[in-house]
């Protein structure tokens, strides 16, 4: 029953990614619509295109997080297929170490680019340019635990082991 509960709030969790990604993409497709209409009866709105930027910047990191967490990311095993079960294990610990590092160095130096950017304004709206590095933060994290996490994963059923 104890290990119920952690899943309800990743569960949740997952939940919320899903649901934020989905409420700032009908803002995205907002912004775009009003800056194509004031532009259509010549009156462009500055910000739209900046605003625009933003959120697609925020979007390409959620989508990046729930691809994460679905491991739905363009990964080639044909050769990791072909090998025997202890083989395929120790390719896949390299192959996760490799991706944990990665993620941990997206989130460590998204943090410089936020603390190097955070005096700096956007051109049309008055926020901080580092709010377009923020997303690279918990999507560099997510990526780092995921990947230690997927490392525990048993060989998928579907591959043949050699001998068996």
Avoid at 41 to 61: K, R
Avoid at 93 to 120: K, T
Wanted: aromatic residues 6%; neutral net charge.
């Amino acid at each position: 029953m104890g290990q119920s509960k952690p899943r309800t709030v990743i569960a949740i969790l997952d939940t919320c990614l899903q649901v934020f990604t989905g409420v700032l993409i009908t803002v995205l497709l907002g912004t775009v619509t009003l800056g194509i209409v004031f532009r259509a009866i010549n009156d462009p709105l500055s910000w739209t295109d900046e605003i625009s930027g933003f959120l697609m910047v925020w979007l390409a990191c959620l989508g990046w997080m729930i691809a994460t967490r679905h491991g739905t990311h363009i990964r080639i095993q044909l050769l990791q297929e072909m090998l025997p079960e202890t083989a395929w294990r120790g390719a896949e610990v390299i192959i996760q170490i490799g991706v944990a590092i990665i993620g941990g160095v997206v989130a460590w130096y998204s943090i410089h680019l936020m603390r190097v950017n955070s005096d700096i304004e956007a051109m049309s709206v008055p926020v901080s340019v580092a709010w377009m590095y923020a997303p690279l933060l918990p999507a560099g994290l997510l990526t780092m635990l995921q990947a230690l996490a997927d490392m525990r994963k048993s060989k998928p059923a579907s591959i043949k082991v050699e001998g068996a």
